[in-house]
């Protein structure tokens, strides 16, 4: 593997704190991996070996509910540390990790993270804050489900991804990763042919526009109204 570069890691978060010097230690113990699309980088229940960290791509985040349905509850995007079960006290993944682009993260043996977290200023704060989010995001996603009707659970979560990954361009904010109708029917508990309904009537009415694994949002005003349960 080719001698990872200190600047991968400066300014991340978890690593914002600490001198070259540091993040060359960090390095040198990492391991580098590309992911295609649709890989599982872990899998849920699996002994957690390994914790990573995303450089770049997006990941999913899938959970498997007791009837067995499977169910996106979060999205991962660069620069975030993922794979964290020993912050949850935890021997195995709680979730699987899957790419939603082709990516690249490094890793390192979970026999590590104890030392990071007592060696490294400012490693466990952020990995504590990010775990913290993530909780809070997925909590946020099952109350949907249970409380919202359906259209305001797929506007939220077109939103969701929206915010976290959007990048503007001539038509709207484009979502910067591969999403199809069946991804947010995961996300939303919903049926795939819902989905693609409502999608639809949203395209008819300028709100977005969505083609094979691409959406991007043309009124993320509207949008927000059609997810407002008050609205």
């Keep these: 593997m080719p001698r990872l570069d200190e600047s991968l890691l400066?300014?991340?978060?978890?690593?914002?704190?600490?001198?070259?010097?540091q993040i060359r230690e960090i390095l040198d113990q990492a391991a580098s991996r590309r992911y295609?699309?649709?890989?599982?980088?872990?899998?849920?229940?699996f002994e957690a070996d390994r914790f990573?960290?995303?450089?770049?791509?997006?990941?999913?985040?899938?959970?498997?509910?007791?009837?067995?349905?499977q169910i996106i509850v979060l999205h991962i995007s660069p620069g975030?540390?993922?794979?964290?079960a020993p912050a949850l006290q935890r021997n195995t993944y709680?979730?699987?990790?899957?790419?939603?682009?082709?990516?690249?993260?490094?890793?390192?043996?979970?026999?590590?993270?104890?030392?990071?977290?007592?060696?490294?200023?400012?490693f466990a704060t952020e990995s504590y804050r990010t775990l913290g989010q993530r909780l809070g995001q997925i909590q946020d996603?099952?109350?949907?489900?249970?409380?919202?009707?359906?259209?305001?659970?797929?506007?939220?979560?077109?939103?969701r991804m929206a915010n976290q990954s959007g990048r503007k361009t001539d038509e709207g904010i484009e979502i910067a990763f591969p999403v199809t109708r069946q991804n947010i029917s995961d996300m939303t508990g919903t049926t795939l042919h819902t989905v693609s309904?409502?999608?639809?009537?949203?395209?008819?009415?300028?709100?977005?526009?969505?083609?094979?694994k691409h959406i991007v949002v043309t009124d993320p005003h509207r949008l927000v109204l059609l997810s407002d349960p008050q609205g």
């Design 10 to 21: 400066t300014g991340l978060p978890p690593f914002s704190r600490l001198g070259r010097d």
């Design 36 to 45: 295609d699309e649709g890989t599982a980088i872990f899998e849920e229940g």
């Design 52 to 69: 990573y960290l995303l450089l770049d791509g997006y990941l999913r985040v899938v959970r498997t509910t007791e009837g067995g349905e």
């Design 80 to 84: 975030q540390l993922f794979g964290i």
């Design 94 to 122: 709680p979730a699987t990790a899957v790419a939603a682009a082709e990516s690249l993260a490094l890793s390192w043996p979970v026999g590590l993270w104890e030392r990071f977290t007592r060696e490294y200023e400012g």
């Design 141 to 159: 996603t099952l109350t949907e489900m249970a409380t919202q009707a359906v259209e305001q659970r797929v506007a939220s979560a077109v939103l």
């Design 197 to 212: 309904r409502l999608l639809s009537r949203w395209e008819k009415d300028g709100v977005v526009r969505s083609t094979r």
